[in-house]
């Protein structure tokens, strides 16, 4: 008896919640309304972060932060696909880390297209193909993507959001046990992540790379395609997601096999404008310096002078001049505040090339 009171009282609850979805569904509606004849973006990332970090503040639990703001997550997105289902394009195939963090950004109710390279994500963008684009920008082990880099030098879209993505790896197979593997395939980088685990629970079991952890958990599950170039074997173990796990209906061995507690991804949001300022935000620019001695130190004193803190400095080559450098800079702040328009003007004075990429929410 005491068992079905409390089940009747979640049904309540339950029946409550339905309700207010409803109601605040209604009430996406009439937003949806009112922006499309302001000729407004349907998703609003300033808003968005700006109501997640209320909601995380205002939680007493049982809930932790990331609960609330993945439950919130999908209501958003679902709240949205009344109106219109955004377009978004990433670096797939499905089941890569790049796709699970789209997912993490905008929800199952969006619709996702697969990309083979960054550049097609900004193209797909750029051709109003695809809403917003989600791209690699760094890995906490690995460092830069160097290619998201220098896509930004030509390109006129814009940052407007970031996620950060937690890498977990996964051993996954037909097979039901450690012991029956024979063989592990995924991605190389992937393999030196996991390096020591490999090592010290499946030592000399044989490792083959293939381009993608996708495209490893997919010929796992699909051992008879003939177009595989080399031939599964019984036996064989893939390192990927959960989620290429979960799509493909395979046996997870072993969680989190990485060595590393701390590999994290950080993926940045493009699309045709940036963010309106919150109270916790990032702005990214890239320039390119006058040829002379002391240049570095120049341009960084005004952003010193105005108390800005720079989060993140890295250069590249200029792909159209010998020993010509690009710098990317990060730093917190909008660029709407009056200390960064200050630091800017003088930058300018001391560059032949700036660019602001965007400003945006900070990731909490």
Known sequence: MELKKLRNKIDSIDEKMLKLLNERAQETIRVSKLKKKKNLATFSPEREATMLTRLKKMNKGPFKAKDIENIFREILSSSRAQNAVLR????GPETTFTHIAALKKFGRSSS???CKSIADIFSE????????????????????VNHTLDMFIDSELKICSEVYLSIKHNLISRVKSLSQVKRVVSHPQVFAQCR?????NLPGVEIVSVPS???AAYRIANPKDPELIIKPIKGEAAIASSLAAEKYKLNILARSIEDSAHNITRFLIIGKRDAMPTK??????VFSMKDKAGALHDVLVPFKKSNINLTKIESRPSKKRAW???????????????????????LEKECIFVKILGSYPKES
Request: no cysteine; charged share 25%.
């Open 280 to 285: 916790n935000d990032k702005t990214s620019i």
């Open 213 to 215: 952890t996708s495209q």
């Open 88 to 91: 978004i394009a990433y670096f």
């Open 324 to 346: 010509k450098y690009y710098f990317f800079v990060d730093m917190q702040g909008h660029r709407n505040s009056l200390a960064i328009q200050k630091a800017l003007k003088k």
């Open 125 to 144: 963008v750029d051709h109003n193909r695809a809403d917003y684009g989600v791209v690699p920008i760094e890995n906490s082990t690995e460092g830069a």
């Open 196 to 200: 020591n685990w490999l090592e010290n």
């Open 112 to 114: 996702y297209i697969e």
